[in-house]
């Protein structure tokens, strides 16, 4: 096929999510290798977000594809209620990576329904029906994910579920309170969730779900002392913490999952995207050993046909063995901190950025119209003029592609990335923002 004929199906015959239909113009890629995409022209660009944050290994991974060709070799499918060799051995891995109180792992098809499951675990086990989760958060677009994503994307499944309570994230950035420390903040916010879990309830609550480090929604890293704090209120009140690893997770912090950055145990930790790279879907709730035991005696009332997918699992054996016999983690926190590098250097030199936040190869640039007043470059779930959208354009014609959210820009490159191809690359970001500069301000 042609890229024409490839594009001209796309846009007849697929509806393309969180897009106006009339406006989509898709880029028609060949091939992909590494970090590298394809055009038909054999044009080169750069996967500068991980596709959805979720190619940590790049493409064309040869270990991962030989493992599903293997498994696909034996059979493709059985029901979740045989045993399949794949199953147990990636279920048995993941918990060995996992902190010592977890017990068990139940296989989704991918994040939202990982989210979904946990949600109704948490209810089950604790009896109780409300559950947390931030406004600046995205878990899923099915029905109880879209719930408990606080940002706009929630709006289409409003009227909502009952039970689901939003709170603030700790986005210091932009509190109008000045904190003299990151332990002051975080006293803040525990305390400001602590009384909002007694006003609805406490013997209410039955999880508080937080993404460990808020993705899409501005890579906001929570200020020292945050996790453990919220940790604290899970133990004195008997609530389950949850955390939703599904963007953060396998290595993508330097740490094989976020929450290890920050000396805390949750109780369930979600997870799918690097898991696989997204080569077959694959998503799954770990639980620690207390609520493991307990459905020993009580029914698990979830369930799905593609539960512990066989060709999903033996994509996520080799995967997760490739993170540790390449010790992909130690790779990301070198990288990473040249990565922080150049995103330090754009927020010293550029007016349009604001701030820039960052972990590992996991980083938002924050644009604004001033660095002072902190307005940002375009007005919170608003964009009139289309102005993100022209800069994320801008960048994929230099051919770094990645995609923006609200005011900021994702920077999320596959976990394999060089140095030498990351300041190759933040070279074209630099050459865009001081068009951002000149055009924007």
Known sequence: MTREEVVRKHKMYNLQSWSVQGKINPKAIKK??????????????????????????????KEIVEAIREQAGKFC???????????????????????????????TNAGADANENAIKIARMYTGRQKIFSRYRSYHGSTYGAANLTGEPRRYPSEPGIPGFVHFFDPYVYREKITFESEEEASRFYVEKLREQILYEGADNVAAIVMETITGSNGVIIPPKGYLPGVRKLCDEYGILMICDEVMTGWCRTGKMFAFENFGVKP?????????????????????????????DDHALLCGLTYSGHPLACAAGVACVNYYLEHDIAAHVRAVGAVLGEELEECKKRFACVGDVRYIGLFSAVELVKDKETKEALVPYGKDPQGIMGKIIGMLAQRGFMTYSHENMIIVAPPLIITEGQLREEMEKMKEVLDIVDKEFL
Not at 48 to 57: A, E, H, K, R
Not at 95 to 101: F, G, R, S, V
């Open 32 to 61: 992909a290798e590494g970090i590298y995409l394809y055009d038909y022209d054999g044009q080169r660009y750069s996967d500068m977000s991980s596709q959805l944050v979720n190619m940590n290994l790049g493409h064309g991974n």
């Open 77 to 107: 499918y059985m029901a979740p209620s045989y045993a399949v060799e794949s199953r147990g051995n990636l279920a048995e891995l993941i918990i060995k990576l996992m902190p010592d109180n977890m017990g068990k792992v139940f296989f």
């Open 267 to 295: 109780d369930l930790v979600t997870f799918a995207k690097g898991v696989t790279c997204g080569y077959v879907p694959l998503g799954g709730v770990a639980v620690s050993k207390r609520i493991a035991s307990y459905f």
